[in-house]
């Protein structure tokens, strides 16, 4: 295994903890997607005792950091300039609807810039996470963003847009993920906006250690962020053809 940051190997850690519930109540829920009442407060619940456990987790490790999550807002502690970014189930509505695709998110800023990211998938018992200058990896292994320079060969996840683009795309509801599978090649590119930061962060330090391109992105603004990442090879054939829209 590469050598990682004590930081990366604390969000780990955490994740680790956290994806043990989020797996079971997974399981609970395919029970309740019969019932009548609906399991939509179960899902909210879920969200919020796992992103309790992480936050618990990284505090214990790290009392000072400041902490931006999507259940808590923003809580700043003594240490400012360093701040977890947490997404305790990023692709909420998938896994309201039982369906297996959801991601945990977590991101470590520091003075304005995501220096260590991890994206777990834990039905999958996938992992995706990478740190400044020390390279991208999938489950241990170096990943690397696609070599593909044909549009008609490639495949994109996209968000909303208002006109049907003309390259072959999936929506897949969890961008977290989406961004992961760019940076290890499954997806050629990743396009959309109005995202949540805590929804991209982790997947920012991802792109740059794969050697993909993503936008400038304003580590400050929380929410209504625009993403376009894809590999060097097409990102201006793929900004191309989103820019008919």
Not at 90 to 117: R, V, W
Not at 135 to 149: D, E, L, P, Y
Not at 190 to 215: M, R, T
Request: charged share 25%.
């Amino acid at each position: 295994m590469n050598s990682i940051s004590a930081n990366l190997n604390v969000m780990i850690k955490a994740c680790e903890k956290a994806s043990k519930i989020l797996i079971r109540d997974f399981g609970e829920l395919e029970k309740l997607q019969v019932s009548k009442k609906g399991p939509r407060d179960f899902v909210t619940n879920s969200d919020v005792k796992v992103e309790k456990i992480i936050i618990e987790e990284l505090k214990k490790a790290r009392p000072n950091y400041s902490i931006i999550s999507e259940e808590n807002g923003v809580e700043k502690n003594k240490d400012t300039s360093n701040s977890w970014i947490i997404d305790p189930i990023d692709g909420t509505i998938n896994f309201l609807h039982g369906i297996p695709h959801f991601a945990i998110s977590i991101a470590l800023k520091s003075n304005d810039e995501i220096i260590c990211g991890l994206i777990f998938d834990p039905i999958k018992d996938e992992m995706f996470y990478a740190e400044k200058n020390n390279g991208a990896f999938f489950n241990n292994q170096r990943i690397r963003v696609s070599k593909k320079n044909n549009l008609n060969e490639c495949l994109f996840a996209i968000g909303r847009l208002k006109n049907e683009p003309s390259f072959t795309y999936r929506r897949s509801g969890c961008a977290a993920l989406d961004i992961a599978y760019v940076a290890s090649g499954r997806l050629d590119g990743y396009a959309q906006d109005n995202l949540n930061l805590w929804d991209i962060a982790a997947g920012i330090v991802l792109i740059k250690e794969a050697g993909g391109i993503i936008n400038d992105i304003d580590l400050n603004n929380i929410k209504n962020i625009k993403v376009l990442a894809s590999s060097a090879e097409i990102n201006t054939k793929f900004i191309e053809k989103l820019s008919n829209f």
